[in-house]
């Protein structure tokens, strides 16, 4: 078990291009999550998946962002036509629900993405 | 939806005194409750959690309590270590199956000094 791993840590950008992170979660993690963090803020839920399908999306998450999980494995958030208010920590989390109420979840190192 | 809040935004203790953070919820639906640890540069890692039909759940020199009835948790840190300092964060959701959103308080910056 090597944890969540995210790819790249640190993602600097121009105002208007696009970028793409990729997150690995724990084996045989069926939930996979993406949130992002501002300095000085907790972590803000954007959204999930269960295994491959996209199930709740956040208002946070405009038209620019997409996200996917095509093999129910891996997945990438996108963010096209980057605006510097979307420089922030994006950290992606995993989980592997045992109960209706048992579901714990295990954040990796997260993306900074810094658009200038 | 639920809106968490979080106090104090800074801590300052010495090597061996005890530290608390508290928590504040508004949403009566809420019945998890996770306490995460950050350290620059790293994800939020989770150190204790607790579930609305506890009150009390201790992991050696931490422990976290629960008052559902005034919506307030917190988390007791004894015995403190300088590799305590971090910023912790708590957070609340209601888990019935569907996914587990969390919503996050603004952080505690602990500091452990020697």
């Known amino acids: 078990d090597t944890g969540v791993s995210q790819n790249p840590r640190h993602k600097i950008t121009k105002r208007g291009q696009n970028v793409t992170f990729r997150c690995d979660p724990i084996?045989?993690?069926?939930?996979l999550y993406w949130y992002r963090q501002t300095l000085g803020q907790g972590p803000e839920f954007l959204t999930y998946f269960q295994n491959e399908a996209q199930l709740e999306k956040s208002r946070l998450l405009s038209d620019r962002f997409s996200a996917e999980r095509p093999k129910g494995s891996f997945s990438t958030l996108e963010i096209q036509r980057t605006e510097q208010g979307d420089s922030a920590m994006y950290l992606c989390?995993?989980?592997?629900?045992?109960?209706?109420?048992?579901?714990?979840?295990?954040f990796g190192s997260g993306t900074q993405l810094s658009v200038l | 939806g639920e809106n968490v809040e979080q106090h104090p935004s800074t801590l300052s203790v010495q090597e061996g005194d005890s530290a608390v953070i508290k928590c504040t919820y508004s949403?009566?639906?809420?019945?998890?409750f996770p306490w995460y640890k950050q350290e620059l540069g790293k994800g939020p890692q989770l150190i204790i959690d607790?579930?609305?039909?506890?009150g009390e759940k201790k992991d050696q020199r931490i422990a976290v309590t629960l008052n559902k009835t005034a919506k307030h948790f917190s988390l007791h840190i004894t015995e403190t270590q300088p590799e305590d300092s971090a910023v912790y964060f708590c957070a609340a959701s209601e888990v019935t199956g569907g996914g587990n959103k969390l919503t996050f308080g603004t952080g505690t910056q602990l500091k452990v000094e020697l």
């Open positions: 084996s045989e993690h069926n939930r």
């Open positions: 989390a995993s989980s592997f629900p045992t109960g209706a109420t048992n579901e714990k979840l295990f």
């Open positions: 607790i579930r609305s039909n506890v």
């Open positions: 949403d009566s639906a809420s019945n998890y």
